[in-house]
């Protein structure tokens, strides 16, 4: 069975070039929609996205940095240009910055770097996309957050701030276009084993899975079906909500 039975369907997903972006990529792609793959990494975008074809899906590669909006609305017109319209769009483009710190140790310099991605990120994305949506009077725009946002993780700062500021700005933007067809969700996984997580020291990975009540890491194909029904026409009448994905870590 797929989601996705009205075609053509056409889903963006920025940071596709690597772990859950890609593995979303993949999975949409194998559901018969066609995907942008979008990345600041663009030999990693082209990758995935050949990888779709070559499973004869529809895919397309192109270069874009969320921390600069003419690039996010460049890459979005291309997308339009190809595909007609975007029915949906994944945002998986999010940085740790540096971890294993106490609050005074972090580098503000660094700070700045993780919410420019994860924060600001977001809503250059959000602002370059609903316009395109609201056109058509449907959308379906997902942020990557993390429980670490709902939590707060020990020595991560940065990114528990920017995740939890995620979580408030799709809680506004649900709220903001809940009579209009679109709706603005995101998506809060645990641990999944991607570059992101292999970078971080081993004590934080440690200290992460074991807050995870089924003691497993969460796969990339839990990851890629539950953003797949998020994106689709299925998911209708849930906006301005974090869906979990984190094996029980998540009390509310
Ligand atoms: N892996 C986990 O356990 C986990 C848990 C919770 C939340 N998340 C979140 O899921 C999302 C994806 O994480 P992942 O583990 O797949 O990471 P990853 O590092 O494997 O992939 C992230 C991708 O985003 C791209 N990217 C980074 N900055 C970008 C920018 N400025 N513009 C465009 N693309 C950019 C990278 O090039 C990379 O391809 C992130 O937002 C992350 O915070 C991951």
Same mark, same amino acid.
């Given at each position: 069975m797929?989601y996705? !039975?009205?075609?053509?369907?056409?889903?963006?997903?920025? &940071?596709?070039?690597?772990?859950?972006?890609?593995?979303?990529?993949?999975?949409?792609?194998?559901?018969?929609?066609?995907?942008?793959?979008?990345?600041? $990494?663009?030999?990693? %975008?082209?990758?995935?996205?050949?990888?779709?074809?070559?499973? $004869?899906? !529809?895919?397309?590669?192109?270069?874009?940095?969320?921390?600069?909006d003419a690039?996010?609305?460049?890459?979005?017109?291309?997308?339009?240009?190809?595909?007609?319209?975007?029915?949906?769009?994944?945002?998986?483009?999010?940085?740790?910055? +540096?971890?294993?710190?106490? &609050?005074?140790?972090?580098?503000?310099a660094d700070? $700045?770097?993780?919410?420019?991605?994860?924060?600001?990120?977001?809503?250059?994305?959000?602002?370059?996309?609903?316009p395109?949506m609201?056109?058509? &009077?449907?959308?379906?725009?997902?942020?990557?957050?993390?429980?670490?946002?709902?939590?707060?993780?020990?020595?991560?700062? %940065?990114?528990?701030?920017?995740?939890?500021?995620?979580?408030?700005?799709v809680?506004s933007?649900?709220?903001?276009?809940?009579?209009?067809?679109?709706?603005?969700?995101?998506?809060?996984?645990?641990?999944?084993?991607?570059?992101l997580?292999?970078?971080?020291?081993?004590?934080?990975?440690?200290?992460?899975?074991?807050k995870?009540?089924?003691?497993?890491?969460?796969?990339?194909e839990?990851a890629?079906?539950?953003?797949?029904?998020?994106?689709?026409?299925a998911?209708?009448?849930?906006?301005?909500?974090?869906?979990?994905?984190?094996?029980? +870590?998540?009390?509310?």
């Open positions: 797929s996705f !039975e009205t075609k053509p369907y056409a889903v963006v997903v920025i &940071g596709a070039g690597s772990g859950i972006g890609r593995a979303a990529a993949e999975f949409l792609g194998a559901q018969g929609v066609s995907v942008a793959c979008l990345d600041r $990494d663009l030999p990693a %975008a082209e990758d995935v996205a050949q990888q779709i074809r070559g499973r $004869d899906g !529809e895919a397309l590669a192109l270069a874009a940095d969320v921390t600069v690039s996010i609305n460049t890459a979005l017109d291309r997308v339009d240009a190809v595909f007609g319209r975007i029915h949906g769009l994944v945002n998986c483009a999010g940085i740790t910055g +540096r971890t294993n710190l106490k &609050g005074h140790e972090v580098d503000l700070f $700045d770097a993780v919410y420019q991605i994860n924060l600001r990120g977001a809503m250059v994305v959000s602002k370059a996309v609903l395109r609201l056109k058509y &009077g449907y959308g379906r725009l997902l942020h990557v957050a993390s429980i670490a946002g709902k939590e707060g993780n020990a020595g991560m700062a %940065a990114y528990s701030a920017t995740k939890a500021g995620l979580i408030g700005l809680k933007l649900g709220k903001d276009y809940a009579e209009t067809g679109v709706t603005i969700n995101a998506l809060a996984p645990a641990v999944i084993r991607t570059p997580v292999e970078e971080l020291p081993e004590t934080t990975v440690t200290y992460m899975t074991e995870i009540p089924m003691r497993r890491c969460g796969t990339l839990e890629a079906q539950m953003i797949a029904w998020i994106v689709s026409p998911c209708s009448f849930t906006t301005g909500f974090t869906f979990d994905l984190s094996g029980g +870590r998540a009390t509310y």
